[in-house]
Each structure stands twice: as structure tokens, then as C-alpha cells.
């Protein structure tokens, strides 16, 4: 079954704790991106990736890494979380951002609650 | 940049009831729209898609079309069921994906 895995699903931790979200998809897809979804301001993009080892930024990408070594996989870092980083992501891909009119695929989401 | 405007929520309609969800957008050039669906406990799945102008998209019941006139692409469905009751995502994808703030639906038996 085609699909996008994040882990974990839920994770409560303390600030300045460091943690990696997985993210693995089976799709042979190029591009992949994360995403934290906020109540009234939607889904905003933290990082993407066009392929491997080939990473940017994208509107929100301020205390946050991720790698991109193997296609399948695109993990994000939060080096040392804060409150301000509770919320719930989303990691996503598609075949190739070239082609604009395919649709993303998304994870389940990974709630996080930093105190 | 671009952007997506859409409808703030919540709304709440009785079954078999008429929706319609608005959205409009902001681009430079020609985006393709979507609309995605998320459910409880999950992520967002594609719902339709339109990737000209005039294009119509529809799924399940929903359909949208792609107004470059008004620079809109509104989501509607004749009848909606207990079990439409989700969150609406507009977007566009142009030089990066934007996704409106989302629209919660409840619908009631």
C-alpha cells in the first residue's frame, strides 16, 4: 500500500530536549516536505526537499533541520524544542515538484506538546 | 506571493443540506487548485483538483471549478452526509504549495 509513515504519532517532551520526527514514504517520490498545522493559519510549509541531499527552506523553518540522505526517508530535527513548537505536523510527498499538478500525499501527522 | 483565502469556519449544516465552501486565490502565473479533505486523526487526503481555468474538478459528490475570472474555485456538494463531516483545505501549487486556513464541516443527522 502507497503511503507516507511519520513516527511517532504523539510525543509530549520537555524544551531543550532534542527530537527527530520520522518521515518514510514507498513511493519512489522525489519531493517531500513538512508542515505544521496551527488552528487559523492552516498548514505551513517548515522545509522541502526536490530529491537527495537536496533540502530548503520553506515559510517557517526557524528552530528546525532535516536531511534528506535516502529518498525514501526525510526526518525532522528540533534541536532544542520550545513551547512554541507544539502543534501538529504533517510530512508529505509527490513524484516531482516539476510536475505542479500532481497532489501531495500526507502522513497521519505527529502531535507534539513541548512544556 | 501566492495565497489562498478561504471561508472561515465552523459551519454546520443538517443532512441532505447544500454546501458550499468558499475559496479564492492569489497568483502570478497559472496554479493548479486542489482541495483536500482531513478527517479525524488523520492527514489530509486529495479531494479533487483542477489544473486549468474552466476545469471542473469533483469526488464523491463534491465538485469545483476553476474560475480565473474571479480568481476562485468554491467547493460544493447538493447533498451532504453525516459523514462529510471533516476539514476542507484549499490550495494552489505554483513555484511552492499554499494551503488556505481550513474550513471545519459538521454535518448534523
Known amino acids: 500500500e502507497a503511503q507516507v509513515t511519520q513516527n511517532p504519532r504523539y510525543l509530549i517532551t520537555v524544551t531543550g530536549k532534542k527530537l527527530t520526527v520520522t518521515c518514510s514514504q514507498n513511493?519512489?517520490?522525489?519531493?517531500m516536505s513538512w508542515y505544521r498545522q496551527d488552528p487559523g493559519l492552516g498548514l505551513r510549509q517548515i522545509y522541502y526537499?526536490?530529491?537527495?541531499?537536496?533540502?530548503d527552506k520553506g515559510d517557517v523553518p526557524e528552530g528546525y533541520k532535516v536531511s534528506r540522505k535516502e529518498k525514501r526517508n526525510f526526518p525532522l530535527i528540533l534541536e532544542s524544542p520550545s513551547p512554541n513548537q507544539t502543534s501538529l505536523y504533517f510530512c508529505?510527498?509527490?513524484?516531482?515538484?516539476?510536475?505542479?499538478?500532481?497532489?501531495?500525499?500526507f502522513g497521519d501527522g505527529t502531535r507534539l506538546s513541548i512544556l | 506571493g501566492d495565497s489562498v483565502t478561504q471561508m472561515e469556519g465552523p459551519v454546520t449544516l443538517s443532512e441532505e443540506a447544500f454546501l458550499t465552501i468558499n475559496c479564492t486565490y492569489t497568483a502570478t502565473g497559472y496554479p493548479s487548485l486542489f482541495w483536500y479533505v482531513q478527517y479525524p486523526g488523520e492527514g489530509l487526503q486529495l479531494l479533487l483538483k483542477a489544473t486549468k481555468a474552466d476545469d471542473k474538478g469533483s469526488n464523491k459528490g463534491f465538485e469545483a471549478t476553476y474560475r480565473k475570472e474571479t480568481t476562485s474555485f468554491h467547493l460544493e456538494k447538493g447533498s451532504v452526509q453525516v459523514s462529510d463531516s471533516a476539514v476542507y483545505f484549499c490550495a494552489l501549487s505554483e513555484n511552492d504549495m499554499r494551503f488556505g486556513a481550513g474550513t471545519r464541516l459538521t454535518v448534523k443527522p
Open positions: 526537499s526536490m530529491n537527495v541531499e537536496v533540502t
Open positions: 513511493m519512489n517520490h522525489e519531493y
Open positions: 508529505a510527498s509527490s513524484p516531482a515538484w516539476a510536475q505542479v499538478n500532481q497532489p501531495q500525499h
